[in-house]
C-alpha cells in the first residue's frame, strides 16, 4: 500500500519562507517521479513543481526563481522549498508519486498525500 505523508505547511508572512516535506513507502521511490500540486480555494489542481527519478526538476513559471524541488531517496522524501512566499501562493499542497512524461507534458500519478496547507498572509 503506498503512502505519502506530507508536513511542513503553515501560516506564514508574505516573503517568508516555508519547507513542505513528503515522504513516500510502499513504493520504490528511487525508481519514480515526484512532484507537487497545490490548489487554491476555487481553482483547478496546477502543478507546481516535478523532478524525475534522475534528478531533473521543473517548476512552474508561477513560481520560477522561488521554489525549489528536491529528492533524498535514501530518506524516500521530496522537498519543496519556498521561498519569497506571495498571498497567491496561498493553497492546498499535494505530494504525488509516479509521475510520468515529467519533461514534456507531466501527468500525474496515481498516488497522492492528503494535502498540506500553506497560507501566506500578514
Known amino acids: 500500500q503506498v503512502q505519502l505523508v506530507e508536513s511542513g505547511g503553515g501560516l506564514v508572512q508574505p516573503g517568508g519562507s516555508l519547507r513542505l516535506s513528503c515522504t513516500a513507502s510502499?513504493?520504490?521511490?528511487?525508481?519514480?517521479?515526484m512532484g507537487w500540486y497545490r490548489q487554491a480555494p476555487g481553482k483547478q489542481r496546477e502543478l507546481v513543481a516535478a523532478?524525475?527519478?534522475?534528478?531533473?526538476?521543473i517548476i512552474a513559471n508561477s513560481v520560477k526563481g522561488r521554489f525549489t524541488i528536491s529528492r533524498d531517496n535514501a530518506k524516500n522524501t521530496v522537498y519543496l522549498q519556498m521561498n519569497s512566499l506571495k498571498p497567491e501562493d496561498t493553497a492546498v499542497y499535494y505530494c504525488?508519486?509516479?509521475?510520468?512524461?515529467?519533461?514534456?507534458?507531466?501527468?500525474?500519478?496515481?498516488?497522492w498525500g492528503q494535502g498540506t496547507q500553506v497560507a501566506v498572509s500578514s
Open positions: 510502499g513504493i520504490i521511490f528511487s525508481a519514480i517521479a
Open positions: 504525488n508519486a509516479d509521475l510520468s512524461r515529467v519533461t514534456t507534458v507531466p501527468i500525474p500519478g496515481a498516488y
Open positions: 523532478i524525475t527519478n534522475g534528478g531533473i526538476t
